[in-house]
């Protein structure tokens, strides 16, 4: 069972910056595409970034310039440095692991940008 287990999340005022972890417990890191995802509440999940095996990255509109995923497979752990952060990014950020063909979610981490 792959258990990932996110952190860095808070209270951040407009302009400011958070970095997001997100720790893999168990073994195929390396060969998975992994990501981050965010829900507000009252709305769908949406993909933020994600970034694959061959560190290749994927970013939504609404974050480009502004967020950058990282990877490193040595300590198997994912990364989300967030920064110029708007009230609009306030959610529950989730990583998600995607190994061969199976899914594996993170419990969440709340990101709240308020002054």
């Known amino acids: 069972q792959v258990q990932l287990v996110e952190s860095g999340g808070g209270l951040v005022q407009p302009g400011g910056s958070l970095k997001l972890s997100c720790a893999a417990s168990r073994s195929g890191f390396t060969i998975s595409t992994m990501g981050w995802y965010r829900q507000a509440p009252g709305k769908q999940r949406e993909l933020v970034a994600t970034?694959?095996?061959?560190?290749?990255?994927n970013y939504a509109n609404s974050v480009k310039g502004r967020f950058t995923i990282s990877r490193d497979n040595a300590k198997s752990t994912l990364y989300l440095q967030m920064n110029s952060l708007k009230p609009e990014d306030t959610a529950v950020y989730y990583c998600?692991?995607?190994?061969?063909?199976?899914?594996?979610w993170g419990q969440g981490t709340q990101v709240t940008v308020s002054s």
């Open positions: 998600k692991q995607t190994l061969v063909t199976t899914d594996y």
């Open positions: 970034i694959n095996p061959g560190n290749i990255t």
